[in-house]
């Protein structure tokens, strides 16, 4: 007795579209963990620090060098709503408080990724949990 063969396109087809369907929701799973907010994302550093952020050590630790050459605001600029400018480069960097640029801290690991890299450059080692959440204390109060 042989096995019946389908020649049917439509198993192939709902399953086609469960895959797609499989293959959104994943997307978009993924798309809300990286997704977040300023006030999430502080939220989240303040736990980690396990103490409160303080916005005035964010401002001094913004504008104060910390051993090395460049400052925070060296290419941020003393006033976060404003664009900066790349020290070595030239190349301009948009506003970097919440308030002036909607864009900014809005991806967790977009914001991971630039702290890692210019926390290497302005301390010469990645930033502690309670700093990224003083400097982004600070960030928050300032309005355009």
């Not at 006030?39 to 916005?55: C, N, R």
Request: net charge positive.
């Amino acid at each position: 007795m042989q096995t019946p063969t389908f020649t049917s396109t439509a198993p192939r087809s709902f399953a086609s579209r469960l895959t797609l369907a499989a293959a959104v929701l994943v997307s978009l799973c993924t798309a809300s963990v990286q997704a977040a907010t300023p006030s999430e994302l502080l939220q989240g550093y303040t736990a980690q620090a396990g103490v409160a952020a303080v916005a005035a050590r964010g401002q001094q630790f913004f504008t104060t060098t910390h051993g090395k050459e460049w400052s925070c605001s060296t290419c941020h600029g003393a006033v976060p709503t404003a664009a900066g400018k790349h020290a070595a480069t030239g190349k301009s960097i948009t506003a970097l408080a919440p308030a002036a640029n909607a864009e900014r801290f809005t991806d967790a690991a977009k914001t991971e990724k630039w702290f890692r890299r210019n926390c290497n450059d302005v301390v010469g080692r990645e930033c502690t949990a309670a700093e990224k959440a003083d400097v982004l204390s600070w960030l928050l109060t300032q309005k355009p």
